[in-house]
């Protein structure tokens, strides 16, 4: 059956705009560069900006939607959120009941704990926001996040309940969409585009970085509607434009962290690219029939692609070139069967109570996933079928947390900080760890085996201690700051320092070298024992993958280790920068751990009973025992 002929067999429903394929056949592009990037990352590498792509599309067709409403009188918030809710929630529950599925037959108990926050914030449309913080979009970590793709889904929804009151204002204040709208959603656009600059945010999650790329579409659909002039011209020009569109696209390879430059640059490409579409609906680049199936499946496509990729991950399947293949086959017929058989029927239902039923539904499955959160035992336990291991954090860390008011309240530190402490006295002498996530993972064990002394953390995760280097750290600022800031502030008995080390950081090695330096030569100065200490090995691959999940299924426990030639190779340059910055301030002590996890030969992610790490780098519980008696060994009042 030819692509054309399987649309036909399709039930028809009675859309409210007029059908463009062109604009189906742009969002099958726009979810085909994601998948493909999710797949075959390191090759596709500029594919994220498909989601860019998709933002702006969704900016054009919700003004559509509510502009010919409003244009007829016909407007109402109590159908267009009926409309949202039949449009999005019924692909968005089965992606939520199959991950759970998922997670309930072959996650950890601490993953599936952690999986119910998650269900939790993405069927309450705030996962987004709770992603803040926790990982980075580029992050190894983050393909351990079966949800962690709901964060654009999130940013949607929440455009979607202010943005229908704006245009209202917009409309009845200029009786229609003339050029005084056109300029004011330009204002807007700028707007928001410039605000986060100003704002101490996570750039690439935050709703106010993103909204004004949804308000770039809404700009398109005004423009393209009311100047039928610059819809020909931009029509007579479409090959620039496509070029325009494909340079933009083609600008983030090989990105890692958030461009608000490139990504204006793919938002401004894709408005000039709609508009053009909007008076050539018939394209041929886009309005063939295989981008347009992928278009008309987009968004259950979207959902579950991330879902089964991450899960391959977690079991430890290695997703090659050939396998890639396979996953995306099945997450294309998965997505058709969604779109054929729940999504088309959705939409056809004009009720307002099947409506209040998704509502109802999407609210259980937001607090299943707090009660999944928040459970002491009763569902996981009755999985008996599963290994349960410890990968979680220490059940003290919300105590830490909570003693550290204290310091949070002395330093009025950033919200994201990580500041625990085990006693909080101001009086008393303190061992200070710095650091980023890796010195959280240390500070709990020092503070387990000290229990008469006292200890505090000060860091957040991705920001070297100390490092005054914001072109390679530019959201460090604050809490580096901070950091100065309290070796003023307490007396200090000595201080460590914990860093996360990978190739990352080490773009530059000279600049990392000559910052280093600094933070060596400032340390030197002080009148306290200060260690430094390397970083434990970094994994390429998850210690979950080693152990025996459901059935005794997924487990290859020959690759919980790496040879040691391996680990020293991987860190010969980091290596040598700090034993050079050793010799040369010998008033630092530089401890290297290493032969807590690794022997002779091989670097160990499981000893045969527990694992040693929670993630490919971070320690667990077990592995920061041991690199605690590591130290044990270098600093005597340990």
Same mark, same amino acid.
């Given at each position: ?72 009188? @016909? ?69 351990? +996040? ?26 009845? @204040? +200029? ?93 401004? %490409? ?121 990968? %979680? ?34 009086? +008393? ?80 090695? %000279? ?128």
């Amino acid at each position: 059956m030819s692509f054309k002929n399987l649309f036909k067999s399709l039930p028809l429903v009675n859309h409210s705009l007029a059908y463009n394929p062109s604009i189906d056949g742009l969002r099958g592009v726009a979810v085909l560069l994601v998948v493909i990037f999710h797949i075959w990352h390191e090759v596709f590498s500029f594919g994220y900006v498909g989601v860019d792509i998709f933002f702006v599309l969704s900016g054009f067709l919700i003004t559509q939607i509510i502009y010919q409403k409003i244009s007829r009188n @016909a407007f109402s918030l109590k159908e267009f959120y009926r409309n949202r809710i039949r449009r999005i929630f019924p692909a968005v529950i089965i992606t939520l009941l199959a991950v759970f599925s998922a997670g309930y037959l072959f996650m950890f108990n601490d993953e599936l704990l952690n999986l119910g926050k998650h269900i939790k914030s993405s069927a309450l449309f705030y996962e987004n926001f709770r992603l803040i913080g926790e990982v980075g979009y580029w992050d190894k970590d983050a393909s351990l +996040k079966p949800l962690l793709h709901f964060w654009s889904l999130a940013i949607e929804e929440q455009f979607y309940i202010f943005w229908p009151f704006i245009l209202i204002i917009l409309f009845y @204040a +200029k009786n229609n969409f003339n050029i005084k709208i056109s300029i004011s959603l330009s204002l807007i656009c700028v707007l928001l585009f410039i605000l986060p600059f100003f704002l101490e945010i996570n750039k690439f999650y935050h709703l106010l970085s993103r909204s004004y790329e949804l308000a770039f579409g809404s700009l398109a659909f005004v423009l393209a509607k009311e100047y039928k002039k610059l819809r020909a011209y931009l029509h007579i020009y479409k090959k620039f434009i496509y070029i325009f569109f494909i340079i933009a696209i083609l600008a983030s390879i090989n990105n890692t962290e958030y461009n608000a430059f490139k990504t204006l640059l793919i938002s401004l %490409a894709s408005c000039a690219l709609i508009i053009s579409l909007n008076r050539e609906k018939q394209s041929i680049v886009f309005a063939n029939s295989p981008l347009v199936f992928l278009g008309l499946i987009s968004f259950p496509l979207y959902l579950n692609h991330y879902a089964i990729i991450s899960f391959c991950h977690i079991l430890g399947i290695d997703i090659s070139a050939w396998r890639g293949v396979l996953v995306l086959i099945i997450c294309v017929f998965l997505a058709f069967l969604v779109y054929r058989f729940i999504e088309l029927y959705a939409r056809a239902q004009k009720s307002y109570v099947f409506a209040g039923i998704l509502l109802a539904i999407m609210l259980a499955a937001g607090f299943g996933g707090k009660a999944v959160q928040k459970d002491k035992g009763k569902i996981v336990s009755q999985r008996s079928f599963i290994n349960t291991l410890p990968f %979680a954090w220490p059940k003290e860390l919300k105590e830490y947390e909570q003693n550290a008011v204290i310091f949070k309240e002395l330093l009025n530190t950033d919200p994201l900080a990580f500041i625990y402490t085990n006693k909080s006295d101001l009086g +008393k002498k303190y061992t200070l760890i710095l650091g980023d996530s890796h010195a959280r993972d240390a500070f709990f064990n020092i503070s387990a085996s000290k229990e008469s002394g006292h200890n505090l953390m000060l860091g957040i995760g991705d920001c070297p201690a100390l490092m005054r280097e914001y072109e390679m750290f530019p959201t460090c600022k604050i809490i580096v700051d901070k950091e100065y800031e309290l070796l003023n502030k307490i007396n200090i008995k000595e201080l460590f320092i914990f860093n996360y080390m990978n190739d990352s950081r080490l773009k530059n090695p %000279a600049l990392y070298e000559s910052k280093m330096r600094e933070i060596f030569a400032f340390l030197s100065q002080q009148n306290y024992p200060v260690y430094f200490v390397i970083d434990v090995p970094t994994l390429p691959f998850f210690p979950s993958s080693c152990i025996g999940r459901s059935f005794g299924l997924f487990s290859r426990y020959e690759s919980c280790k790496i040879t040691r030639e391996y680990y020293e190779q991987s860190v010969k340059i980091y290596k040598q920068i700090i034993n050079s910055l050793a010799k040369e301030f010998p008033k630092i002590n530089v401890i290297d751990p290493v032969n807590a996890l690794c022997d002779e030969k091989f670097c160990y992610a499981f000893d045969g009973v527990k694992p040693l790490y929670g993630d490919n780098h971070h320690l667990n519980v077990e592995g920061g025992k041991r690199l605690f008696n590591e130290l044990k060994k270098h600093i005597k009042d340990l």
